[in-house]
């Protein structure tokens, strides 16, 4: 009796998935590269048009001549524009986002030193937003044409019309100056600043981690107004999309047919229709949390949180274009990285495209 081959039937079936595999981790490799490659292409040709004279935010403008043109050899900026941007790419290969003049510390340490404030307004606000917009899209087009539906959509548009700052500044007049509700702008407070070891770059998990409560309150009171902020302003557009995609679902073939068949509200609602647009939703909301993560800039300046956008606010002010052009480059990267993060969930929440 012969014995089985090693590549018997399930052989061409593991090297056709293997291939498969390869092909799309190759073609993902591929993907980021190019990107990565064209958004340090536009940041570094961006710096370049931009009318700020590096080599005289650097030297000043009383230096000599000489000490000028010195500089600027120094800088590289004598070379042609092509041979600049290869310089300035091999620099960023290795991590190189070159010195900031504002800190004089080297950018890559200041953005990685600011990042983990932004995320951690960012990844509140988010979690604000979906666990308020998602019910409130599903409610909305379940209830399409009522007067919840209409009281979402009013709320939505609120939250798209009011500009960021404006609505912090009046939080911060109403919650903070007038009621006392609240901590002002800032992290944290003075009193409590060095007493949190830094562990994982969050104040509040910080604090919570080393049994700090007072100083864990006092993170929380300072962080949640401005999450507040900007989670209303993502639940009002992660609202609105879910809103939309849930109501074409509404109207197919299948949830009426679960309808006509008894099948419970709460069950066509949230596991059949819901089911079906839960990888639109995450779409929605890895995009709302990458917006945040480069969009809080003004919030950041109106609370004075000490995040990656204050730091390219004050960098812009200072004319700092190597801080301006490495934060930037930073936050693009934690885009596409995003981006890759949702491709991972929606293998997770849908098996059909794994």
């Known amino acids: 009796m012969s014995s089985a081959s090693p590549t018997g039937a399930n052989g061409p079936l593991q090297n056709q998935a293997l291939g498969t595999f390869a092909k799309n ?7 980021l590269a190019l990107t990565l490659l064209g958004l340090v292409l536009v940041t570094f040709l961006i710096a370049r048009v931009v ?6 935010v650097m030297v000043g403008d009383r230096a000599s001549p000489e000490a000028y043109e010195q500089a600027r050899r120094a800088m590289g900026l004598d070379q042609p524009v092509y041979r600049q941007f290869l310089d300035y790419l091999g ?8 010195r900031s003049v504002m ?11 600011a990042f983990p404030a932004t995320l951690e307004l960012a990844l509140a606000a988010t979690l604000i937003g979906a666990a308020l917009g998602v019910p409130a899209g599903v409610l909305a087009a379940v209830r399409r044409g009522r007067a919840s539906d209409h009281l979402v959509r009013i709320i939505s548009l609120i939250g798209y019309s009011l ?4 609505l912090g500044m009046v939080a911060l007049l109403v919650f903070y100056a007038r009621l006392g509700w609240v901590e002002g702008p800032g992290r944290i407070g003075i009193a409590y600043q060095y007493s949190v070891p830094g562990r994982t770059g969050f104040v509040l998990l910080d604090a919570l981690l080393a049994g700090e409560w007072a100083a864990a309150r006092n993170a929380f009171s300072h962080l949640i107004l401005p999450a507040c902020i900007l989670g209303y302003v993502s639940m009002a557009f992660i609202a609105r999309m879910t809103r939309s995609l849930m109501i074409e679902q509404m109207s197919q073939e299948y949830v009426l047919a679960a309808r006509a068949k008894g099948v ?4 066509v609602i949230w596991r059949h229709a819901f089911g079906n647009v839960i990888v639109q939703v995450i779409t929605v909301i890895t995009l709302t949390f990458a917006y945040l993560l480069e969009g809080a800039v003004l919030t950041e300046t109106v609370f004075a949180w000490p995040g990656i956008g204050l730091y390219i606010t004050q960098a812009l002010f200072s004319a700092d274009l190597n801080a301006v052009v490495g934060g930037t480059i930073v936050i693009g990267i934690s885009f596409v990285f995003l981006n890759r993060g949702a491709d991972l969930l929606y293998r997770i929440f849908d ?3 794994r």
Do not use: K, N
């Open 51 to 56: 009318p700020i004279d590096p080599v005289l």
């Open 25 to 31: 981790t190759f073609g993902f490799a591929v993907s």
């Open 264 to 267: 419970p509200a709460s069950t």
């Open 103 to 113: 800190t004089g510390r080297d950018v890559l340490s200041d953005t990685l030193r």
């Open 351 to 353: 098996p059909r495209i």
């Open 163 to 166: 500009p960021v700052f404006w």
């Open 91 to 98: 620099q960023v290969m290795v991590g190189d986002l070159g």
